[in-house]
């Protein structure tokens, strides 16, 4: 054998043209990554303002549809919106068949939450119920029927996102 085979076959480690090579390509990779993980939080926080303003949609719809009214109760603590709805006069409510029930809005969509809901009514009410002219209005717990809104719902959500529910026509926003 050459010397100079000797020489290869015992090289170890790296030079230092191929570790700035490699600390390039990572700065680069590095920098791409950067805005596509924004988009990504982008998209969690515009995904549960869409998920909430959905819910309120559906129940809407269902209280229009069936002639019942039906709402969503939102709890904060469990990050939970549930869709709930009156099968008939004077039935207490009870939970409504939707996509995503049961099912914790910060599980859909990790790391954002719904920060606050703010109805009317001096903190007493935590469900936006729908009657079936779609104008949202207030009921009790056991769903006896206390009166329209008078003033919009507003839900906020991680990000700053809002959605509204307009106290006259019940227009989702």
């Not at 790391?111 to 949202?136: C, H, K, M, Q, R």
């Amino acid at each position: 054998m050459h010397l100079s085979e000797l020489r290869s076959r015992f090289r170890s480690g790296f030079t230092l043209v191929e570790l700035i090579a490699v600390l390039i390509l990572i700065a680069i990779a590095a920098t791409s990554a950067a805005p596509v993980m924004d988009t990504v939080d982008r998209s969690r926080k515009a995904g549960i303002r869409d998920e909430v303003a959905r819910r309120l949609m559906m129940a809407r719809s269902h209280a229009m549809t069936t002639g019942m009214p039906s709402g969503v109760r939102f709890d904060v603590d469990a990050q939970m919106a549930e869709g709930l709805e009156i099968i008939s006069s004077g039935a207490a409510p009870s939970a409504m068949k939707m996509q995503g029930h049961g099912e914790a809005v910060d599980s859909m969509f990790a790391g954002v939450a719904i920060e606050s809901v703010v109805l009317d009514g001096g903190g007493a009410y935590d469900t936006v119920w729908f009657s079936n002219e779609g104008a949202p209005h207030y009921r009790t717990g056991g769903g006896v029927y206390v009166g329209a809104f008078t003033q919009d719902a507003v839900i906020t959500v991680s990000g700053g996102g809002t959605v509204t529910v307009r106290m006259v026509t019940g227009m989702i926003e």
